[in-house]
């Protein structure tokens, strides 16, 4: 594992798994494998805290769940964004984005 | 939204578990299949997969922790460490809820009489929209005539309609085709609108619909008894004997429907099983001006207050009076609401049924004082326990509402007891009123019974929870805490047993008294002749048969009959005024026959009693008693004097003995008798004085009255001793619950004791030893206990005297040749405390006294 690994912040494993499901249905696994693909192993989440987040999700309203087959035809749960959950991206997104922005403002300025 | 979904999650929770279960189960297998392609050994592999996914037990709790509602899931675990913690100290549970059962079974006994007698609306629609027509003739009730509820009801605007009851008398009734006969119905006579204009649909069959049906309303409780809820029962007919003697005619009714369960008719503590229709039964009513016997209750006119419809109906009823040829300024009409019924019961128990609400409240705050002493010493005992928690950082709010659903969970088990032992209790407490009253567990007292648990949950529990998760260093304060309670204990126990003193003594005072007739052997029947529609020679003649045929009955010494007869419950007032001279002087009247004052045991000073010639036609007399004599008469002889007195003239031929009239409490006032058989009018008593045992007489007596005519409504039976016994209904009833919660609270007060004591003890078992071990002696340590136990009954008696003396002034209604604050009884109160306190001190003392000092040292 030579690549730096760097916490999550906090708060922002929602959006990041609605941002995953945004491509398409996926379990559990799946969610797991992609942030650590795209993010090329730098985000570093603890993967069962997945399922927490997962469950307030589906309370939310912002996902929905249910049974079906993977890839190797294993029983697996599908989560699939719902539109309000879809809303709620773009929401969280937005919000990330200004608050980034003002932080590297902050960062560069003082 | 999210709590709809959580509620639900609640219910499906199993399938949540195993979905949760399989995820986990299937991502951990995917990963270290991963991780084994990559070249690791399985259980490498397996190893890896984990320490990725992190800690499996946490997660699954978390994931766990977002689908269910929070506090819910903490209260149900909170709940089940609780039954826990009670199946652990079975003895501490036991006394905690029985103290409960005790405290909140006793008010919702009573609240539940409160409620029936004092707070519930009549089962019938629209309650509130009833009132009362309350006719009143020189300032006392008064009744009206059919004629007059005729006119009234066809005549006024202000109501959407006027129904007439007779009240509750008693009837002989046959019924046709039953197996067996009833002794005595219950019955009323009312309007044909009776019903309708209350609201009241038949349970089966119908109401009635016109005046002068011969028909017949039985009650559900009737229908249930006489027919055993046969629907059958519809079309049945039922004789009652009309006329009088010896010109008796029978009348047929039909039943034609059933009233539901819940109907009781229109008074508070009766319950009459059979109505019939007024003219069905009596159509001589129609034209019987004089004959004032019914009171009538009607329905307000939406929009139309009060204060409007009693203007009108006053101005219409005089009106009416003086078409009639009466003095219509002597009467007044006033209108009351009757949405609970008319009076029955309700006013003479009011204030008897509120203090009694005040006795069960101190016996529920005593109850929970000593479960909250109980809770405070074993909190005391898992200090360690409690403090180990919060030092590994449990929340002190979660620890005190840990605690707090273990007190909702005992007084949720002493609520349940306590709510079984109201439903058992609650016919007895209803025969303590000598009502017919249903006292249900309808949703008020179940609300009540609710709230007060919950708030008793609160009351005992808040305060040890609190003083247990306290600064530990504060270590004496529970026990502080725990000795205050006790003390507050015993000060209310004393409170209640000088109230119990006080109602007792005075009781015992009352009974004490000499009411002026001799009681023993005297039976009374009440009658009711409203309904006799003879005059003159033909109803003096028919008073004489009743006379007669009661006299004859075998074991009868002597028969009577008069207007109020002893401890009758009415009175009438007159006005005395001697031959020259204009002073008049007030006396109560009576109207008595041949042979009353004998009957009663009223004893003749001077003079003659009252015979069978003294009738209409033969010359005036009059019977004065003592006070009347020595009022008008000074200490001159009254006998052959002249006066006039209920505007006749008459001779005084005898003086009587002083006697109380309707209530032992109230001085003899001054009487005049005149002869019943002198009068031409009703009488309402009739008295037999037996050679033995009166009770056995009432069914021949009854008989007697009824073979002489049909007509006379005849009420209860009792002995004289009966009848006086029941004006110390009352005090009676006050007595004897407040003694039963006294003892309650004695008991409790001493468990409270004793648990404080013991825990005392079992705490210092080390100091003890060390005392002993430096030579005090077992006896120097029993009294050591002893007098730590006596010490706080006695704080505990002090703080309660002047609380005894500001309750006792509430009781001093209630209360005869008896001061409030009567040192005797407060005294005596004490006394018992005091040494029932020493009796709770002295098991844990003895306990102390055999500490052995060796094993004690070793104790920690």
């Known amino acids: ?110 | 939204m999210r709590f709809w979904r959580k509620l639900r999650n609640l219910a499906r929770r199993g399938r949540l578990e195993r979905d949760l279960e399989e995820e986990i189960h299937l991502h951990l297998e995917r990963k270290a299949q991963e991780y084994t392609v990559a070249g690791l050994t399985p259980g490498e592999a397996r190893c890896a997969a984990r320490r990725e996914f992190g800690n499996v037990t946490r997660w699954r709790e978390e994931s766990r922790q977002a689908w269910v509602v929070g506090w819910l899931e903490a209260l149900l675990q909170d709940l089940r460490y609780g039954l826990r913690a009670m199946r652990r100290s079975r003895g501490f549970t036991a006394v905690a809820v029985l103290s409960m059962a005790l405290g909140i079974g006793a008010n919702a006994a009573i609240f539940s009489l409160v409620h029936a007698v004092l707070l519930r609306n009549l089962p019938v629609a629209e309650p509130e929209k009833l009132v009362v027509l309350q006719p009143q003739r020189g300032g006392r009730p008064w009744f009206v005539s059919y004629p007059m509820y005729r006119a009234l009801s066809e005549r006024q605007q202000a109501f959407a309609g006027m129904l007439a009851t007779s009240g509750q008398g008693q009837k002989r009734v046959t019924l046709d085709g039953a197996a067996r006969q009833p002794d005595w119905v219950r019955t009323s006579l009312v309007s044909g609108n009776y019903f309708a204009v209350l609201g009241v649909e038949a349970h089966v069959g119908r109401t009635f619909t016109a005046a002068e049906e011969p028909l017949a309303v039985i009650s559900y409780g009737f229908w249930e008894r006489e027919y055993g809820l046969d629907p059958g029962v519809l079309g049945r007919t039922v004789r009652v004997t009309i006329g009088h003697a010896p010109d008796l005619a029978e009348r047929v009714l039909t039943i034609v429907g059933v009233t539901p369960r819940e109907f009781f008719g229109e008074t508070v503590g009766e319950g009459p099983e059979m109505w019939f229709p007024i003219l069905g039964v009596m159509p001589e009513a129609v034209r019987a001006q004089e004959r004032n016997f019914l009171q009538v209750v009607a329905r307000r006119r939406d929009g139309m207050s009060t204060e409007q419809a009693q203007a009108a109906t006053h101005a219409l009823y005089r009106k009416l009076l003086a078409d009639d040829g009466q003095r219509p300024e002597e009467y007044q009409m006033r209108l009351e609401s009757a949405a609970r019924g008319l009076e029955g019961i309700r006013g003479r128990m009011e204030r008897p049924l509120w203090a009694l609400m005040a006795a069960v409240a101190v016996v529920l705050l005593i109850a929970c004082a000593n479960v909250a002493t109980l809770l405070v010493a074993r909190a005391a005992a898992r200090r360690q326990e409690i403090s180990t928690r919060l030092a590994v950082g449990a929340g002190r709010g979660r620890l005190v509402r840990q605690m707090l659903a273990e007190s909702l969970l005992l007084a949720a088990l002493g609520g349940g007891l306590g709510l079984l032992a109201a439903v058992w209790m609650r016919g007895a407490l209803a025969a303590l009123l000598v009502a017919r009253l249903q006292v249900g567990l309808d949703a008020p007292v179940l609300v009540f019974t609710l709230a007060v648990t919950a708030l008793s949950a609160l009351a005992f529990g808040l305060l040890p929870a609190v003083a247990a998760t306290a600064n530990p260093k504060a270590a004496g304060r529970p026990l502080r805490l725990g000795q205050g309670l006790v003390a507050g204990q015993v000060a209310l126990s004393l409170v209640l047993l000088a109230g119990a003193g006080l109602l007792l003594r005075s009781l015992r005072n009352l009974r004490a008294l000499d009411p002026g007739f001799d009681r023993s052997h005297v039976l009374l029947v009440e009658v009711e002749t409203h309904q006799v529609l003879l005059r003159g020679a033909e109803r003096l003649s028919l008073y004489r048969d009743v006379r007669r045929r009661m006299g004859e009955i075998p074991g009868v010494r002597s028969a009577s009959l008069s207007y109020v007869g002893p401890f009758g419950g009415g009175s009438r007032g007159t006005t005395i005024t001697i031959a020259g001279d204009a002073t008049p002087h007030p006396a109560g009247l009576e109207l008595a026959s041949p042979a009353y004052f004998s009957t009663v045991g009223m004893r003749l000073l001077a003079g003659r009693e009252f015979g069978d010639g003294d009738a209409l036609g033969a010359p005036g007399i009059a019977v004065i008693n003592e006070a009347l004599a020595r009022a008008v008469f000074g200490n001159a002889n009254p006998i052959g004097r002249r006066m006039r007195a209920a505007d006749r003239e008459v001779e005084i031929v005898g003086v009587v003995r002083d006697a109380r009239q309707n209530s032992l409490r109230r001085d003899p006032r001054a009487m005049v008798f005149l002869p019943l058989w002198q009068q031409d009018t009703d009488f309402g008593s009739a008295e037999i004085r037996a050679a033995a045992d009166p009770a056995t007489l009432a069914a021949a007596a009854r008989a007697a009255l009824q073979a002489a005519s049909p007509a006379i409504e005849i009420g209860e039976a009792k002995t004289l001793h009966e009848q006086v016994e029941r004006t110390l209904l009352t005090e009676r009833l006050l007595a004897r619950l407040t003694t039963v919660f006294g003892a309650v609270a004695l008991v409790l007060a001493c468990v409270g004791l004793y648990g404080v004591l013991a825990y005392g003890v079992e705490r210092r078992t080390r100091e003890i030893g060390i005392r002993m071990a430096l030579g005090a002696s077992p006896a120097g340590v029993r009294a050591w206990v002893l007098r730590e136990g006596l010490l706080l009954a006695g704080v505990g008696v002090l703080a309660g005297i002047p609380l005894t003396l500001w309750a006792a002034r509430a009781l001093e209604s209630f209360l005869y040749a008896l001061k409030p604050a009567d040192p005797v009884t407060a005294g005596g109160a004490a006394l018992v405390l005091v040494l029932v306190a020493a009796v709770a001190s002295w098991l844990p003392a003895r306990r102390a006294a055999r500490v052995a000092p060796m094993k004690a040292l070793r104790h920690e």
């Not at chain 1, 941002?19 to 603890?46: C, F, N, W």
């Not at chain 1, 769940?65 to 991206?89: I, V």
């Open chain 1, 1 to 110: 594992m030579g690549k730096e690994r760097s916490e999550l912040l906090p708060g922002t494993l929602d959006m990041l798994i609605l941002k995953t499901l945004a491509r398409g249905p996926e379990h559990g696994y799946g969610i797991a494998q992609r942030l650590r693909q795209i993010s090329e192993d730098v985000l570093q989440v603890e993967e069962g805290s997945l399922y927490p987040a997962l469950q307030r999700l589906q309370l939310q309203g912002w996902i929905v769940s249910e049974w079906g087959q993977s890839e190797n035809n294993r029983r697996a749960r599908f989560y699939r964004l719902t539109p309000s959950g879809r809303k709620q991206l773009a929401r969280e997104v937005s919000g990330f984005e200004r608050a980034m922005q003002a932080i590297v403002r902050v960062l560069r300025e003082a």
